[in-house]
């Protein structure tokens, strides 16, 4: 049975066989919301790889204390899975990095295109970056992940080519591309783990597509357009899709 997972930073701290004490950003949603009390185990992350696993001595709203049976830290292995996200309208970018955290994509890039709908304004948009890292956050706690995604800098138009570097393998998913994503990745794999890239990208554009001067930048940078198949994925299953194909590519699933 799974064990219910909270996160915090004091897991860093964590040595087994020792006692931990967490304070009210764990114990009041633990306590309050999920009903834990003494004597049940729970796991704690600190979002950066550790994973901590103790039996709760003592519960309060506002303090927690559990006695630490096993400390783990869990590396990550390459390349980084980095999702390029359109801001689009409905919600759809929101459901869009929910799934990807739940696959396991490791850095979110927010892009507003040139063809978004959505947007975000100067004097919101540091509202609407902490709403996708709260929602990065809960995510990666439902899938029960010690090492959250990051989230990187809003981007925006063909400045997005510059994000990247020649040691990524940039996958543009577009409709009119003519080469399928599964070859592309299946030459990127055939080596090996000694020629893979530091980081698989994939990009994924808005309800109107990608512009043509956004194309033109990122193949200019070396990006290679894809499709994912027959079908035309909304903005909010593209990602996902390619980072599934890519997490069975590498082995991984």
Not at 29 to 53: C, L, N, Q, Y
Not at 64 to 86: M, Y
Not at 111 to 128: F, G, N, Q, T
């Amino acid at each position: 049975m799974s064990l219910p997972v909270f996160r915090s930073a004091t897991a860093a701290e964590a040595v087994a066989g020792s006692a931990l004490t967490l304070g009210e950003d764990v114990a009041g949603h633990a306590v309050r919301v999920r009903r834990i009390g003494p004597g049940e185990e729970i796991e704690i992350v600190d979002g950066d790889g550790t994973r901590v696993r103790g039996t709760v001595t003592a519960a309060s709203a506002t303090e927690l204390t559990i006695d630490v049976t096993a400390v783990t830290n869990e590396e990550h292995t390459g390349p980084r899975l980095v999702l390029v996200q359109a801001l689009a309208k409905g919600d759809r970018d929101l459901q869009a990095i929910e799934t990807a955290t739940e696959i396991g994509v490791d850095d979110v890039i927010p892009w507003a295109a040139e063809r978004s709908i959505a947007d975000w304004p100067a004097k919101k948009r540091e509202k609407m970056a902490a709403k996708w890292e709260n929602l990065l956050g809960a995510a990666s706690l439902q899938a029960r992940r010690s090492r959250f995604p990051v989230l990187r800098d809003l981007v925006r138009g063909a400045s997005l080519a510059k994000s990247f570097a020649e040691a990524d393998a940039v996958f543009v998913l577009h409709e009119t591309a003519q080469r399928r994503l599964s070859e592309a990745l299946a030459d990127l794999t055939a080596d090996g783990s000694s020629r893979l890239p530091e980081r698989i990208v994939f990009v994924v554009g808005p309800e109107g597509g990608i512009s043509d001067g956004e194309l033109d930048a990122l193949t200019g940078r070396g990006a290679t357009p894809v499709l994912l198949g027959p079908t035309i994925l909304r903005s909010s299953s593209a990602g996902p899709a390619g980072l599934v194909m890519a997490q069975n590519s590498l082995g991984r699933w």
